[in-house]
């Protein structure tokens, strides 16, 4: 099992709904991550939260709107997607941004359809 | 531009034979390297890594090979089960920071029974 906890595991939207993809993890990290992940792709980066503070933002579009509540939790706010960013939404962790020689620890996704 | 690469898309291999998964990287900055294994329907999960100093590293039925000279990284999964089958990743990071971690494209590993 993975020590990083998304929930929910499937989300079905319109493009006009909000919707909010939750990840947690208690193994004390203070980087966050969002990756994007289309089928038979591999991931890409859009956010990077380091202790609590947006650090990276790859040029993701504003109706993606990431959130840092505290050290555990990262949050992922969707408004007025596009039936193209339906996709495996992952969330990871690292001890910290600029762990060096420590791999990602990886939650196993939100797949997401936008209908 | 810099890029992360793999040689095979796809591999068939029969159970209990070895398998070898290539991956090509070109940015010489690389200096330390990932392997994820990613199963349908999950995220991908952490399998081997070795940093640039090192060419070999093993862990329980896995080998990572690090090739400097030619750019090039190996993994060897001996006696392939099915429970082998996923997609393999190779991810490498210039400077070995985490946030700068590029994923090459991926190799979906098949065990034949």
């Known amino acids: 099992d993975t020590e990083v906890t998304q929930t929910p595991k499937h989300l079905v939207m319109g493009m006009t709904n909000k919707k909010s993809l939750k990840c947690e993890q208690h193994?004390?990290?203070?980087?966050m991550y969002w990756y994007k992940q289309k089928a038979k792709k591999p991931p890409e980066l859009m956010f990077v939260?380091?202790?609590?503070?947006?650090?990276i933002n790859e040029s993701v579009p504003s109706r993606f709107s990431p959130e840092c509540p505290n050290s555990s939790l990262l949050n992922l706010h969707l408004h007025a997607l596009q039936p193209e960013d339906s996709a495996l939404y992952l969330c990871?962790?690292?001890?910290?941004?600029?762990?060096?020689?420590?791999?990602?620890?990886f939650g196993n996704g939100t797949r997401l359809t936008v209908t | 531009g810099e890029s992360v690469g793999l040689h095979l898309p796809t591999l068939s291999v029969q159970e209990g034979d070895n398998s070898i998964i290539n991956c090509a990287y070109s940015n010489s900055a690389s200096d330390y390297f990932i392997w994820y294994k990613q199963e349908s329907g999950k995220g991908p999960q952490f399998i081997i890594d070795i940093r640039s100093n090192m060419d070999k590293r093993q862990g329980q039925r896995v080998t990572v090979l690090l090739n400097k000279t030619v750019k090039h990284l190996s993994l060897q999964i001996a006696a392939t089960q099915p429970g082998d089958s996923a997609v393999y990743f190779c991810?490498?990071?210039?400077?070995?920071?985490?946030?700068?971690?590029?994923f090459g494209s991926g190799t979906q590993l098949t065990v034949l029974p």
């Open positions: 193994m004390g990290h203070r980087a």
């Open positions: 939260y380091s202790y609590e503070k947006l650090s």
């Open positions: 991810a490498e990071s210039p400077g070995g920071s985490a946030r700068q971690l590029t």
């Open positions: 990871a962790s690292s001890p910290d941004r600029d762990s060096y020689n420590s791999p990602l620890h």
